[in-house]
């Protein structure tokens, strides 16, 4: 029965070991740059969050789309 699902189980478990040691391999020498966020960004979404928790302490609804778009406005334009 094993035989029926797995034709060459040999060849099948070598081969999903090869690709699982590739994924790791690329993972631990590769994969800081798949997670890196530049200091903007940090202070984009600390700023989000610090306006967030405002808004819940004072009972508002907050909207992270609006509030996003507002932070990325230049400082001398109006917001509407």
């Known amino acids: ?10 060849l099948f478990f070598l081969s999903a070991a090869g690709w699982s040691l590739l994924l790791i391999l690329l ?3 590769g994969g800081d740059c798949l997670h890196f966020m530049p200091d903007e ?3 984009l979404y600390q700023t989000l969050d610090e306006r ?3 808004a819940e ?3 508002e ?9 507002l932070l ?9």
């Open 27 to 29: 993972w631990f020498f």
């Open 1 to 10: 029965m094993f035989v029926s699902f797995f034709p060459k189980p040999k």
């Open 41 to 43: 960004e940090i202070e």
């Open 72 to 80: 990325a406005l230049p400082a001398d334009s109006s917001k509407h």
């Open 52 to 54: 967030r928790y405002q």
């Open 61 to 69: 609804v907050f909207d992270w789309n609006q509030e996003k778009q």
């Open 57 to 59: 302490q004072q009972g």
